[in-house]
Each structure stands twice: as C-alpha cells, then as structure tokens.
C-alpha cells in the first residue's frame, strides 16, 4: 500500500515538474519518499526541484551519488558570488551586485528573485519585472516571484513605489522595514 502511495504521490510530482510548479512538485515528492524513502524516481525529482529553486543545500541532501559533485561544486560557486557581491550591496550599489550574480551559472528560481531584488533597489523597475517573470515561470507555485512581479509592475506604472516594495523585499530577507 505504502509503495502504491508513494507511485501516486510521485506521479503529482512529476506532473507539476513538467507543469512549471516546482513548489508543488517538491511537496509531492518528498510525500512520495515519506511513504518510500526508497523510491529513486522520487528522490531523483525532488533534487533536481531543489536544485532549480536554488536550495543547493537541500538538494544535495536527498541526492543520488551521481549528481552529489553537481550539487557540491554549486554550492561553493555561489558562496564565491555572494561574497564578491557583498561589498558593492554595503556600498548601496545595488546593480553592481546584481552584474556580479548575474554571472553565476546557474540563473535558479531563488537567484532571479534575489537579483531582481537589487535590480529594484538601484530602481531599475523594467529589468526587475522581467526576472520576476522569469521566476515565476520557472515556478508558477512561487507566491515571492507573484508578488514582487506585481510590486514590480506598479512601480513601473506608478513611479516612487520604493518605500513598499523595501517592506515587501524585507519580508523576504527576514528583515523587515528598517532592520539589520
């Protein structure tokens, strides 16, 4: 019965994977592996979602030995982005650091939210929309990508929409309207 579950459960996954929500594939997949932790093809989608939502982590966790290097040499590359975009955020250059991640090879889910983010704060409204969009066709279950995609669009229609799209962005950081 349990492996009958975890089949059903991986397939949902496998359906929203090919539909572009990758938050519901990954829900799904980890119940599927919750029922089975032996089921492979569960295992197997479940990183590769984590992956292409930016959870580098999290992926090389439920990781087959195979795609473990992948995920490994990931990871450091973007520890190696985000320092180098640090000191330009520090200095409130905020599209320098947005150039710096730019170049990071893999362009995930979280990435394009966070470079739109700073596309935002150096008020370049357009190109921000354009990754929130992006991301969330990447992953249409992504409530973050909606949202700043929208705070993104009115911003563009209504000008100085800066102080509620930093409450918005705040939330996603964690730290709020004029925290540290």
């Not at 997949?29 to 492979?40: T, Y």
């Not at 930016?54 to 490994?72: C, H, Q």
Request: aromatic share 8%; net charge positive; proline share 2%.
């Amino acid at each position: 019965m349990s492996n009958e579950l975890s089949e059903a459960y991986y397939k949902l996954a496998l359906n929203n994977a090919s539909g572009n929500d990758l938050s519901a594939a990954v829900k799904y997949a980890g119940k599927a592996l919750a029922f089975d932790n032996g089921n492979a093809e569960a295992k197997q989608l479940l990183s590769l979602c984590l992956y292409e939502r930016g959870e580098y982590g999290a992926a090389k966790r439920v990781s087959s030995p195979d795609m473990l290097n992948e995920f490994t040499s990931m990871g450091k590359l973007l520890k190696k982005s985000w320092n180098a975009a640090k000191a330009p955020v520090g200095k409130g250059n905020f599209r320098q650091a947005e150039k710096i991640l730019a170049e990071f090879p893999h362009q995930s889910v979280r990435m394009l939210l966070i470079r739109g983010c700073l596309l935002m704060l150096a008020k370049r409204h357009a190109q921000a929309a354009k990754l929130f969009s992006e991301a969330s066709a990447m992953d249409n279950g992504d409530e973050r990508a909606k949202t700043y995609l929208t705070e993104a669009v009115r911003s563009i229609d209504n000008g100085g929409v800066y102080e509620r799209f930093l409450r918005v962005a705040g939330n996603f950081t964690g730290r709020g309207r004029g925290g540290n």
